[in-house]
């Protein structure tokens, strides 16, 4: 009736799951295991055909060197996307990643989790392939300078805090001390509150 006769053949198909999660996977790995037989006779459950659920955990699979195709330069990529040295070293020892096909650029990013990288668009070549070395450099030196700027920033509001305690400390001394004038004259000339700091809080630290 299909057309179907006694000596075809189908082609085998092994279906993968891949995983690239942070934890290790900790899932079903059968078809049974997500089977519910609560309601099935005993002698009904030998006759349910199970499966096997294969799972590649790409962030801890290693030997990529198996794959023939681009799926090798995706794997380790997703590899080492939390260690940034990891994947520059990647990137810069690897030819392909200079010249990436879009479809692996695509899933780099989604199972990557590097969305950033979605919108460098000046990376595309005529040719359609993206200098995916180059991208991730400039991303590094973004982030490095973000870094420091944030750090600057951080650093600036550490020190104001640490200024206005001080102030704090000093007025809440010279009021206990009923040197109201002193307290008042240094709120206006900065060079006197410095002196105080230095006579005040010394003595107190002496």
């Known amino acids: 009736l299909y057309g179907f006769r006694k000596e075809n053949r189908l082609h085998p198909v092994v279906t993968f799951i891949l995983y690239s999660g942070k934890e290790t996977w900790d899932g079903p790995e059968s078809l049974h295991e997500i089977l519910d037989f609560t309601d099935l006779p005993d002698e009904l459950k030998g006759m349910v055909s199970n499966y096997g659920i294969r799972v590649i955990d790409v962030r801890r699979f290693s030997d990529t060197g198996v794959f023939k195709t681009d799926v090798r330069q995706v794997f380790d990529f997703i590899r080492c996307s939390e260690d940034a040295k990891a994947l520059q070293r990647l990137v810069e020892n690897?030819?392909?990643?200079?010249?990436?096909?879009?479809?692996a650029y695509e899933v780099v990013n989604y199972y990557g989790n590097m969305p950033e990288l979605v919108e460098m668009k000046d990376y595309y070549g005529e040719d359609g392939k993206i200098n995916m070395c180059k991208a991730i450099m400039d991303w590094m030196e973004e982030s490095r300078k973000e870094g420091k700027k944030e750090g600057r920033e951080e650093g600036?509001?550490?020190?104001?805090?640490?200024?206005?305690?001080?102030?704090?400390?000093?007025?809440?001394?010279?009021?206990?001390?009923?040197?109201?004038?002193?307290?008042?004259?240094?709120?206006?000339?900065?060079?006197?509150?410095?002196?105080l700091f230095r006579e005040v809080l010394g003595q107190q630290h002496g």
């Open 156 to 195: 600036r509001e550490e020190g104001i805090l640490m200024e206005a305690e001080r102030i704090n400390q000093l007025n809440l001394l010279l009021s206990e001390q009923g040197r109201m004038d002193d307290l008042v004259r240094a709120a206006k000339d900065r060079e006197y509150q410095e002196r």
């Open 94 to 103: 690897d030819a392909y990643y200079k010249n990436m096909d879009e479809d």
